[in-house]
């Protein structure tokens, strides 16, 4: 990557971001709601690192500081899509789509 590359590239998300969501993250709330549905204390740490790498490279254009973030941000996408979706996707809409709803017939069980 040459140098008019490098000054195009922007962070994924604005660096105020990164501290928004390590503040919430390490808010009492969040904390009780993760240790309640989960179990276990979140680890806020990466929100903290990404941040400080966020601002390492609107300051200095660290390419340490943007290969972190790049991977960091891959990993957050990779860990969303590795969870199944709850529901089976329609390719088509059924057949009686344009139908009025039986509002008053009771649903079969």
Known sequence: MDRSEEKLWRTPRPCDYY????R?????WNR???????????????WKEDYHNCKEWEK?????????LQASERG?????????PV????KDPPSDWYMPLNEDKPQDS
């Open 87 to 90: 529901w089976q996707l329609r």
């Open 19 to 22: 501290w928004s969501e390590f």
């Open 76 to 84: 957050r996408v990779a860990e969303q899509r590795k969870f199944t």
């Open 24 to 28: 919430h993250c390490k808010s009492l």
């Open 60 to 68: 200095h254009r660290s390419a340490e500081a943007k290969e972190a």
């Open 32 to 46: 009780f709601h993760q240790y309640y549905t989960y179990g276990t204390s979140p680890s806020c740490q990466q």
